[in-house]
């Protein structure tokens, strides 16, 4: 016989996992807003000698740098917290639960509710629904 431990919220998403999601999806968002500022792009006008081009490649790449890293330590705490957040809604016990029945369907008269309420008409003397 195997003995089933309860899940516990570490067991969902280990904080590794979570870190290297939120990595992920930094590198995306830095790489795409530095390559969207003109991090590849090789400036060019009538007139200008080498120097000058130079000057202002190197003055985009540093903006286009700065630009992306930005971005990506804005994207690496939204999807930390974002990911922590939507973790703590979930119950690690009704993890494994099987449930049989439709989700979205509201529970029949009478049958007890998530919550473990029941259906029932509110109290009289309950102020707040009459």
Known sequence: MTD?????????????????LAAICAIFAGVVTAVSMGLLQNPTKPGWS??????????????AAIGGLIAAGI????????????????KPSEVTRIIDRPVLFDSK??????????????????????
């Open 4 to 20: 089933q431990q309860p899940t516990t919220r570490k067991d969902l998403m280990r904080p590794a996992q979570m870190l290297g």
């Open 109 to 130: 008269p009478g049958e007890a509710t998530a919550a473990g309420t029941d259906n029932a008409e509110p109290r009289p003397d309950d102020k707040y629904h009459g």
């Open 50 to 63: 080498d120097a000058r081009r130079a000057e202002v490649h190197q003055e985009i790449v540093s903006h």
């Open 75 to 90: 994207a690496f705490i939204v999807v930390l917290l974002s990911i922590s957040l939507l973790l703590l809604a979930v």
